[in-house]
């Protein structure tokens, strides 16, 4: 779909890594115009592929972005344009100034964020915590294409998507100690019983993510499915690396920080209880 460099691949890490069982389907469904086109604009800038062949620096990474600090050029976003031109404060002579970045922060908080969606929550939280970045991860073409449109057209310079296997950017790509938080929000639940050992959270993925999370690191789940919501807690529980931040040691109440999703809303409609687990990284 996109020549190479200019959007994300389809198998971005090839044959360099093991074809081990994987906790995710790529899904394939059309995309629009308008998330073509920002993948196109912004991909080279904003996204990159999960190969497992180099170590990424999260401060570079996160370099502020002042030609997109505006909002970038919205000209060719097809049919999901719909953002406002924005505009600096202009001089005498008639010409604006682009609006100043904020300043550039090598110690800047980053979120890791594994499996977004289409994006709409994942652009809520980067809009009210605009100094944390969020490092979203996924293979679903649409939804990578309508995180970034929705991040040009809010203004939002602190989010990055990473096309690809997390489990490949955890082990291979990620330096010890370089993540504040991880957020893995309605993982696929496997339901049946012969799948369970494809579901995400294992002790094992536990014992990756504990490398690049740093001391005092929140890490945040959400399921409706009740069953994989026992499992997690009771996996995370067991684990020495990580401690629940509810002194029942249960699950905790949905935090305000986290948006009602559109899926979330149409399990609440069919009757599923919503659970939510916060642990930290000891």
Same mark, same amino acid.
């Given at each position: 779909?996109?020549?190479?460099?200019?959007?994300?691949?389809?198998? $971005?890490?090839? +044959?360099?890594?093991?074809?081990?069982?994987?906790?995710?389907? $790529?899904? *394939?469904?059309?995309?629009?115009?308008? %998330?073509?086109?920002? #993948?196109?604009? =912004?991909?080279?800038?904003?996204?990159?592929?999960?190969?497992?062949?180099?170590?990424?620096?999260?401060?570079?990474?996160?370099?502020?972005?002042?030609?997109?600090?505006?909002?970038?050029?919205?000209?060719?976003?097809?049919?999901?344009?719909?953002?406002?031109?924005?505009?600096?404060?202009?001089?005498?002579?008639?010409?604006?100034?682009?609006?100043?970045?904020? $300043?550039? &922060?090598?110690?800047? $908080?980053?979120? #890791?964020?594994?499996?977004?969606?289409?994006?709409?929550?994942?652009?809520?939280?980067?809009?009210?915590?605009?100094?944390?970045?969020? #490092?979203?991860?996924?293979?679903?073409?649409?939804?990578?294409?309508?995180? #970034?449109?929705?991040?040009?057209?809010?203004?939002?310079?602190?989010?990055?998507?990473?096309?690809?296997?997390?489990?490949? !950017?955890?082990?291979?790509?990620?330096?010890?100690? +370089? =993540? +504040?938080? !991880?957020?893995?929000?309605?993982?696929?639940?496997?339901?049946?019983? &012969?799948?369970?050992?494809? &579901?995400?959270? %294992?002790?094992?993925?536990?014992?990756?993510?504990?490398?690049?999370? *740093?001391?005092?690191?929140? @890490?945040?789940?959400?399921?409706?499915?009740?069953?994989?919501?026992?499992?997690?807690?009771?996996?995370?529980?067991?684990?020495?690396?990580?401690?629940?931040?509810?002194?029942?040691?249960?699950?905790?109440?949905?935090?305000? @920080?986290?948006? *009602?999703?559109?899926?979330?809303?149409?399990?609440?409609?069919?009757?599923?209880?919503?659970?939510? =687990?916060?642990?930290?990284?000891?």
């Amino acid at each position: 779909m996109f020549p190479d460099g200019t959007g994300p691949s389809a198998d $971005p890490a090839g +044959s360099h890594h093991e074809r081990r069982i994987r906790s995710f389907q $790529p899904r *394939r469904s059309r995309v629009t115009s308008g %998330q073509r086109a920002a #993948l196109r604009r =912004l991909w080279p800038r904003w996204g990159f592929d999960i190969d497992g062949q180099r170590r990424i620096d999260l401060s570079e990474l996160f370099a502020d972005d002042a030609d997109y600090a505006d909002g970038g050029d919205a000209g060719d976003a097809g049919d999901d344009a719909n953002a406002p031109e924005q505009r600096g404060p202009e001089h005498a002579d008639g010409h604006a100034d682009a609006p100043a970045p904020p $300043p550039a &922060r090598e110690d800047r $908080p980053v979120v #890791l964020e594994i499996g977004f969606g289409m994006g709409e929550a994942t652009a809520e939280m980067a809009a009210a915590d605009p100094d944390t970045g969020i #490092l979203a991860v996924d293979v679903h073409t649409p939804g990578q294409g309508n995180l #970034l449109r929705l991040a040009e057209e809010r203004g939002l310079t602190n989010i990055r998507v990473g096309n690809g296997d997390a489990i490949i !950017l955890l082990r291979e790509m990620l330096a010890p100690e +370089s =993540l +504040s938080g !991880l957020r893995v929000y309605f993982p696929d639940p496997w339901p049946k019983k &012969r799948h369970h050992k494809r &579901r995400l959270i %294992q002790p094992e993925f536990l014992d990756l993510a504990a490398v690049p999370l *740093r001391s005092g690191a929140l @890490v945040h789940c959400a399921t409706d499915w009740e069953p994989y919501a026992e499992q997690m807690l009771d996996v995370f529980s067991g684990h020495p690396a990580y401690e629940n931040t509810q002194l029942d040691g249960g699950f905790a109440p949905r935090p305000a @920080v986290r948006p *009602r999703t559109r899926f979330e809303e149409q399990g609440l409609d069919k009757g599923h209880k919503v659970r939510d =687990l916060l642990f930290r990284r000891r």
